[in-house]
């Protein structure tokens, strides 16, 4: 079985910064794409970034010049750096991984974490 755990959520103020990280754990082979995923009251969760194993990243434009997401490979860890935090950022995150076990590879969900920044 595979787990990914977020930590690094909590309340900010408008410009202020936050660092989530997601750890992968299980028997993992490979792990693909990972990402990060918001969803807002009331709204369908999206996409915030993702990020390829060789390092290749994408971003929702809302995030751009903003977030940077990252990964430690060995570590089956990725971060999402958030600076210069607004209100409309607020809203639980979750972490996404598309993993290669034996013979299988499936995508898996964190459990999510709250982000809520202050006007």
């Known amino acids: 079985q595979v787990q990914l755990v977020e930590s690094g959520g909590g309340l900010v103020q408008a410009g202020g910064s936050l660092r989530l990280s997601c750890a992968a754990s299980?028997?993992?082979?490979?792990?693909?794409?990972m990402g990060w995923y918001r969803q807002a009251p009331g709204k369908q969760r999206e996409l915030v970034a993702a990020i390829l194993g060789g390092g290749y990243a994408n971003y929702a434009d809302s995030g751009k010049g903003r977030f940077s997401i990252s990964r430690d490979n060995g570590k089956n860890t990725v971060f999402l750096q958030m600076n210069s935090l607004k209100p409309e950022d607020t809203g639980v995150y979750y972490c996404n991984a598309d993993i290669r076990m034996a013979g299988e590879r499936r995508n898996y969900w964190g459990q999510g974490i709250q982000v809520t920044v202050s006007s």
């Open positions: 299980g028997r993992i082979l490979g792990i693909l794409t």
